[in-house]
């Protein structure tokens, strides 16, 4: 049996980009800050995941309002993140970032690389969290070419240099 505390020393490893998930519930936005975000597929229709710790505040409320939105974030979105990372915080996430609405009305941030405005297909339980499997509905994009924001090691970090031109 592997040891749990060495599977996550393990996984601290893996290198991922930070995203602020959000979603809408009675009007009312909450959102997180997460790394586990997938791609599924992109046809027939864009298809992507979310796992969820069953533990995460936001947990049921994405489950009730079956939508959500992805919002990667860029290097310069570092407080943001943090922002999102910390429960004492939470009252003053969705005050000291701007966001809008898309298609389903759960909440963009104005400023992400990328928003994938998404309504659940399916969600499956899995141990201790739930795989949200969702259609993007709806895609806004940054119009720079901005670097991602990262996190390795239990840290948030920055791409250190740029691939070499083909």
Known sequence: M???????????RLASGVSVITTIDGGVPHGF???A???VAAEPRPTLLICVNRQVSCHDVIGRAGV????LLAEDDMD?????????????????????PLSTGAPALAG???????????????QSHTVFIATVVD????????????????????LRSALAPA
């Open 2 to 12: 592997i040891d749990p505390s060495e599977f996550k020393r393990g996984m601290r």
């Open 33 to 35: 800050a997460a790394t």
């Open 37 to 39: 975000v997938t791609s």
């Open 68 to 71: 959500f939105c992805v919002n």
């Open 80 to 100: 943001t993140a943090q922002l999102f990372s910390a429960s004492e915080r939470r009252h003053r996430r969705f005050v000291e970032t701007a966001w809008r």
């Open 112 to 126: 992400a690389l990328a928003s994938f405005d998404c309504t659940i297909a399916e969600a499956v339980p899995v």
């Open 139 to 158: 895609i806004a994009m940054r119009s720079d070419e901005a670097r991602p924001l990262l996190y390795a090691g239990g840290r948030f970090d920055a």
